[in-house]
């Protein structure tokens, strides 16, 4: 058994529609009510959420993106390459991961309603990391992209979003 499948079983992780594993792991208790929340949410939300997070070698996060803030945490593992579409057409890349020295990150926030997708690092095996997300995450508040769709909006990133879609 590789170290990705024992952290899978260990955690009991499950398949995410995105890519990769996850598993719940904090619902607050409160919530935010709907009326003091931007307009792009639909209903209450709970003040956090966070799950553990899992890709291996030849899976990947597709372009995906959510209305709320996403902080990335590093746990064990190899480094995770995050891409995000900014406004503007840049593309931006971050590397998670615990080599600072390497320029890897510990953690690292997504901004609400940014696209972006990652997948491991050349050379790494499997990034277990864990996902905080404020206001609290709801599948409702989440997109899965068209690569077409993505690509008339970004041309200049074509073969990025075609890789990274599903």
């Known amino acids: 058994m590789t170290k990705a499948e024992e952290l899978i079983h260990f955690f009991n992780l499950q398949p995410h529609q995105e890519g990769g594993w996850y598993r719940k792991t904090y619902k607050a208790s409160e919530k935010i009510k ?20 899992l890709l291996e070698k030849g899976n990947f996060s597709a372009f995906h993106k959510i209305k709320s803030d996403e902080c990335w945490h590093f746990y064990d593992g190899d480094p995770l390459e995050i891409f995000m579409l900014e406004p503007g057409g840049k593309l931006k890349k971050v590397l998670l991961g615990k080599s600072f020295e390497a320029g890897q990150v510990f953690q690292f926030v997504v901004p609400a309603g940014c696209w972006f997708a990652s997948c491991p690092a050349a050379g790494s095996e499997y990034c277990f990391a864990g ?32 890789e990274m879609c599903r």
């Open 131 to 162: 996902c905080t997300v404020s206001p609290g995450f709801e599948f409702e508040d989440f997109e899965l992209a068209d690569a077409k769709e993505l690509v008339e909006i970004y041309p200049k990133h074509k073969k990025l979003i075609e």
């Open 34 to 53: 709907k009326d003091a929340l931007p307009e792009r949410f639909s209903g209450d939300r709970f003040f956090s959420t966070a799950i553990y997070y």
